[in-house]
């Protein structure tokens, strides 16, 4: 596949624009993606199209020879006519053939490159962006339309292009008829295809507006047939309640769908007879003047013929234009989605005092984060200094923002007030990928990879991820050697469910691939662990943070954990609410404080005797 180049200047709001300008640089952007995943393809399919516009003209005329020769009782002249029209009936099936396949290809080409393209604005987006419901219907519709949109909007264009061809050519020879008949077939074509047009866009606004019910749909299909909700669907009975639900919502998209459907149909079918009758009237007129011996019987076939060829031309490029628009408002959704900012605007930042150049550690600034669209704050007022190379744990009461602080100092989340720093520099300011290879995370919803064991360990380092003797190094230090001796096929087996031969793991077991992964990134100077040990026991769990505070020596640790016994092992706790930082010191001086620490700790305790 070619590598994409960049995509041209667009209009002003190219996904959303109505302008010619806007549609037309759609359509063109639609033929770019074609070429370019294929050039020969691409070509090939031209060839064949053109040749289907201009070998049916030939073999009318041929045809009009035909008869003349018959008439004129001209043998040798009728059976030449009649060879010629053989070769021109079997390149037009060649040709026909021809483009099919073209296309067939094109088809499959193309939507592996579109999803690529896709795929790679994916990874330029911010979390933020996944969880943002209008950016993600946007990218649904995307995704959805993806792998045939594109596709028939370049067949639309290219096909537009070959009636256009055809049609010039009938209207030339028709005009030595009547123009005036010309005329009257044109105009005939005109309702139903601006019908076809009206349709068009109804049928587009449905699905638009149907963006949320269709990823309802897909979510409830994932929660009813996967194994990572199969175990609690089948625990609690929620199969029949969920296909209700399923079930309600699918009929109800099937009748708006329906209903609109046989409204289309009745409306262009209708619309349609028009062009019908003024055929059938133009072709009595032909059959007089053939009568009456004002023209020919070879000249009455062609004309037929013409008029016939001519009014399904012009159909087809008034239908193909009702069908372009309808696609050319999907590619909009591509086109937008690609166009779309990912990268949050700079902001200026209030004045601060410089730090000093000698500054080392993680330092938040009165750090706020509010979540698109809500009218509270998940954390404000954060003023918090982490030295480098102290351990640090995180406790406060479910929903305090533990996991917004992690996501904030991980980059995941920009403030929305304040500022967070390390070593004394905007996390703004930083490239991604630098702030990334300092910062090894594990995250309490870590992702279980359907992949090898192998994989699962090294994707923690990308760059590092054929690195035998790093992995390796990793499994010891996230303490998943015995997880990956009991595997049968050791390093190389297949996780999960999904595919031939899959093992799946413990709860426990998980965390500890997932802490091996963690592990991988051993240049990074800060490792973040985000309930990593909720399937551990206690003891593990205790086992687990010690061997990450000792390999981590130097580092700076941060631990977010509900579980005391492993809290109180870090050299600094900090009590978190929303509000701010509620207290913050060791063990034994938070105890001495009598405040919230102490009570959950001691509400904890009391839950061990």
């Not at 372009?324 to 200026?348: G, I």
């Not at 205790?542 to 050299?571: C, K, N, W, Y």
């Not at 034994?588 to 009391?606: D, P, S, V």
């Amino acid at each position: 596949m070619s590598p994409a180049a960049p995509m041209e200047r667009p209009p002003a709001n190219p996904g959303s624009s109505t302008s010619l300008r806007a549609r037309l640089w759609r359509g063109g952007q639609a033929l770019r993606m074609a070429w370019q995943s294929s050039p020969l393809t691409a070509g090939l399919w031209i060839f064949f199209l053109a040749a289907n516009a201009v070998l049916p003209l030939a073999l009318a005329w041929v045809g009009k020879a035909i008869v003349d020769a018959v008439v004129a009782q001209n043998t040798r002249a009728a059976l030449s006519w009649v060879a010629i029209e053989l070769a021109l009936s079997i390149l037009i099936g060649a040709s026909q053939r021809g483009a099919s396949v073209a296309r067939s290809l094109m088809a499959t080409r193309l939507g592996l490159a579109v999803n690529i393209t896709i795929l790679k604005k994916t990874l330029t987006l911010q979390l933020q962006h996944f969880q943002d419901p209008q950016f993600y219907d946007q990218l649904t519709r995307a995704r959805r339309e993806a792998s045939h949109r594109p596709l028939a909007l370049t067949g639309e264009v290219l096909g537009l292009l070959s009636a256009l061809v055809t049609l010039l050519g009938i209207v030339v020879m028709l005009l030595r008829f009547s123009w005036i008949s010309v005329g009257v077939l044109l105009l005939a074509a005109f309702p139903a295809a601006l019908a076809e047009l009206r349709f068009s866009r109804v049928t587009y606004e449905l699905r638009k507006r149907r963006s949320a019910d269709s990823r309802r749909l897909n979510y409830l299909e994932y929660v009813l047939a996967s194994d990572e909700h199969a175990k609690e669907v089948m625990a609690h009975g929620l199969g029949p309640t969920l296909l209700s639900r399923y079930e309600e919502i699918g009929e109800r998209m099937w009748h708006e769908e329906r209903g609109l459907a046989i409204r289309r149909m009745l409306w262009v079918t209708l619309l349609a007879q028009l062009g019908t009758l003024s055929f059938y009237g133009c072709y009595l007129y032909i059959a007089y003047l053939a009568v009456t011996g004002r023209i020919s019987l070879g000249d009455m076939t062609l004309y037929v013929l013409m008029f016939r060829q001519g009014q399904q031309s012009f159909q087809t490029i008034l239908l193909g234009i009702g069908a372009l628009y309808e696609h050319d408002l999907y590619m909009s959704n591509l086109l937008s989605f690609l166009s779309q900012p990912t990268e949050s605007a700079p902001r200026l930042l209030p004045a601060k005092r410089d730090p000093s150049p000698d500054e080392r550690g993680i330092r938040f600034e009165d750090v706020g984060f509010q979540y698109p669209g809500q009218s509270g704050f998940a954390l404000r007022h954060i003023n918090l200094t982490i030295p480098a190379g102290q351990s640090l744990a995180l406790v406060g009461h479910n929903g305090a923002g533990k996991t917004t602080f992690i996501k904030l100092l991980t980059g995941l989340y920009e403030p929305s007030e304040g500022r967070v720093l390390l070593d004394g520099r905007d996390l703004r300011t930083l490239e991604k990928d630098e702030l990334r290879r300092r910062i090894s995370v594990i995250f309490q919803d870590f992702n279980q990879y359907q992949l090898p064991a192998r994989d699962n360990v090294a994707y923690g380092d990308p760059p590092h991820a054929k690195d035998d003797a790093r992995v390796a190094q990793a499994i010891e230090r996230g303490g998943a050697s015995d997880v990956i001796a009991s595997l049968p096929e050791g390093i190389s087996t297949q996780l999960g469910r999904w595919f031939d031969n899959g093992v799946d793991l413990s709860g426990g077991q998980w965390q500890r691939i997932a802490l091996s992964r963690a592990m991988m990134r051993s240049d990074a100077d800060i490792v973040v662990l985000d309930e990593p040990t909720a399937a551990l026991d206690v003891d593990a769990e205790a086992e687990v943070f010690e061997r990450v505070r000792v390999l981590a020596q130097g580092r700076t640790v941060i631990l977010i954990s509900h579980r005391f016994p492993t809290v109180r092992m870090a050299d600094r706790i900090v009590v978190l609410e929303k509000s701010g930082v509620l207290e913050q010191g060791s063990h034994a001086e938070l105890l001495e404080k009598e405040g919230l620490y102490a009570a959950m700790f001691r509400k904890q305790a009391k839950g061990y005797e």
